[in-house]
């Protein structure tokens, strides 16, 4: 049996060790031997699990780039804004890199972060994890069979969800543009690289819609006792955004992990408490310093011509991804597990289930997370780039495309790439 392939993690928060508990399921394929992470319990929780040398765990990237490469590959997770410079130095260093999307929050970091992958020849993938699901291959290989003809147009929708949308975007570590990313880089990089993805052509055009319209202090409720934090708060109780609501209410019926243990890590109502009463995540979501968008549309005409339009908003119950395909001889209508098929010859209808995911972190993005770790982890094995389905032209090219929307979303206008 071949050697695992060694890794080591810049980052061990939600992402980082998502990924890394790949090694945990498949010990003989991965092994993490080094952690770079400046906060204790998450730093130490990704130690315990993986019993790190103490020599390779630090709280600063930099300490692992300077020393001679020590492992095959490395997965950086930071914070969008920290990707440029780790990446950098550690292609310099000749790793096999894994690095979460966004790539950057800026096209000039991005195509920095691909020059540097290319000049030094590395085997390089970006986390769109949305690719390697059981879902988009088995609707990829229906579409490419010519089932539905040549497709011509696609409707897609994100439903971020009213909860998501307050956890992350509003009072979350991705809620204002300056210390993170645009809303449409942040949470939907993923949608337009799949819609790239799934299109089969080169994006050419682009136009974009999109404002904060509601979670605004001129929107706040006018009522007696509303206050500036959810625990202090007479109107709480009527709000759907209540933290008290959102979290403790996950925690008394038992659910524990994510989003509740961003707030409080192993959380207890008694440590999320005082989260909420002190935190960022105990905030009134009328009352935080977000600026990022809580719906956007971006309309989009690719080589054919062909044209999709692409919806993010807020106000829904968090789901899976409604998309309507068009094509010549048929239309595909399908959400992530179920692909429906209707041929236009024989106006028949047929449905596509595809197998559930389990309920381990490595099965979220409806078995994503898995897919592009164990796609990963065969190309660093094999030294094969080919096994990556989200590489650095593709990668740059569907950011690009978000950096264009948002172009065309600021100034009004149709942005050509």
């Keep these: 049996m071949s050697k695992p392939v060694t890794a080591i993690v810049v980052g061990a928060g939600g992402r980082g060790t998502t990924y890394a508990l790949f090694a945990k399921e498949h010990p003989h394929r991965l092994r993490i031997v080094g952690v770079a992470e400046p906060r204790d319990f998450y730093r130490q929780r990704l130690v315990d699990e993986f019993a790190i040398p103490a020599e390779n765990v630090v709280t600063d990237w930099r300490e692992l780039a300077a020393r001679p490469r020590m492992a095959d590959a490395v997965i950086i997770a930071t914070q969008d804004s920290m990707h440029a410079d780790p990446a950098v130095a550690f292609a310099e260093k000749?790793?096999?890199?894994?690095?979460?999307?966004?790539?950057?929050?800026?096209?000039?970091?991005?195509?920095?972060?691909?020059?540097?992958?290319?000049?030094?020849?590395?085997?390089?993938?970006?986390?769109?994890?949305?690719?390697?699901?059981?879902?988009?291959?088995?609707?990829?290989?229906?579409?490419?069979?010519?089932?539905?003809?040549?497709?011509i147009s696609i409707q897609h929708l994100e439903p971020v969800g009213y909860w998501h949308q307050a956890h992350s975007f509003v009072r979350g570590s991705?809620?204002?543009?300056?210390?993170?990313?645009?809303?449409?880089?942040?949470?939907?990089?993923?949608?337009?690289?799949?819609?790239?993805?799934?299109?089969?052509?080169?994006?050419?055009?682009?136009?974009?819609?999109?404002?904060?319209?509601?979670?605004?202090?001129?929107?706040?409720?006018?009522?007696?006792?509303?206050a500036k934090r959810c625990l202090d708060c007479a109107y709480e109780p009527h709000c759907p955004y209540s933290a008290r609501k959102i979290y403790l209410g996950r925690l008394e019926r038992g659910?524990?992990?994510?989003?509740?243990?961003?707030?409080?890590?192993?959380?207890?109502?008694?440590?999320?408490?005082?989260?909420?009463?002190?935190?960022?995540?105990?905030?009134?979501?009328?009352?935080?310093?977000?600026?990022?968008?809580?719906?956007?549309?971006?309309?989009?005409?690719?080589?054919?011509?062909?044209?999709?339009?692409?919806t993010m908003t807020a106000f829904n119950e968090a789901d899976h991804r409604q998309t309507r395909i068009f094509g010549t001889r048929g239309e595909v209508l399908c959400n992530g597990v179920t692909i429906r098929v209707r041929a236009f010859l024989s106006d028949q209808v047929r449905e596509i289930e595809v197998p559930e995911t389990d309920g381990t972190l490595l099965g979220g993005h409806g078995g994503g997370d898995f897919g592009l770790m164990d796609r990963f982890v065969a190309a660093v094995a094999a030294n094969d780039q080919s096994l990556i389905l989200s590489g650095p032209d593709e990668s740059l090219e569907s950011h690009r495309m978000v950096f264009a929307a948002e172009r065309a979303r600021r100034e009004h206008r149709v942005v050509d790439l």
């Design 255 to 310: 659910e524990a992990g994510w989003p509740v243990d961003v707030v409080a890590p192993a959380p207890t109502v008694e440590t999320l408490t005082a989260a909420l009463r002190d935190g960022p995540y105990g905030r009134c979501v009328y009352e935080c310093d977000n600026d990022v968008v809580d719906h956007q549309v971006v309309n989009m005409l690719f080589d054919g011509p062909k044209t999709a339009a692409f």
């Design 174 to 226: 991705w809620r204002n543009e300056a210390e993170s990313s645009p809303m449409l880089l942040a949470k939907s990089c993923h949608d337009l690289d799949w819609l790239r993805y799934v299109m089969g052509a080169p994006c050419r055009s682009l136009s974009s819609f999109g404002a904060l319209t509601h979670f605004t202090r001129a929107q706040k409720p006018a009522a007696a006792g509303a």
């Design 94 to 151: 000749k790793y096999a890199m894994l690095l979460e999307k966004p790539m950057a929050p800026s096209e000039v970091e991005c195509s920095r972060i691909v020059r540097a992958a290319k000049d030094n020849g590395i085997l390089f993938g970006v986390c769109h994890v949305l690719r390697y699901t059981r879902y988009t291959q088995a609707l990829k290989a229906l579409l490419d069979s010519g089932a539905i003809g040549e497709v």
